[in-house]
């Protein structure tokens, strides 16, 4: 079964990502490393792959 947006919305905010909103089913992350993400889809929404990779990146990125 494919992850929700909404996992990786929490493994963001686990990591120290902050919610700075967005317009429609667009939200941009963003941490104090200066790492931005923006992801699409409403919560309930499966995870693409290239998202579900792409937030595994990002994070790896902004905690090195």
Same mark, same amino acid.
């Given at each position: 079964? +494919? !992850? !929700?947006?909404?996992? @990786?919305?929490?493994? @963001? $905010?686990? /990591?120290?990502?902050? %919610? =700075?909103? #967005? &317009? #429609?089913? *667009?939200?941009?992350?963003? *941490?104090?490393? #200066? ?5 699409? #889809?409403? +919560?309930? %929404? %499966? /995870? &693409? +792959?290239?998202?579900? &990779?792409?937030? &595994? $990146?990002?994070? =790896? $990125? /902004?905690?090195?």
């Amino acid at each position: 079964m +494919p !992850k !929700k947006l909404r996992e @990786l919305m929490k493994e @963001l $905010e686990k /990591a120290g990502f902050v %919610d =700075r909103g #967005g &317009k #429609g089913s *667009h939200r941009n992350y963003m *941490h104090s490393s #200066g790492v931005i993400l923006t992801l699409s #889809g409403q +919560p309930g %929404d %499966d /995870a &693409k +792959p290239y998202q579900i &990779k792409l937030v &595994k $990146e990002i994070i =790896r $990125e /902004a905690l090195t």
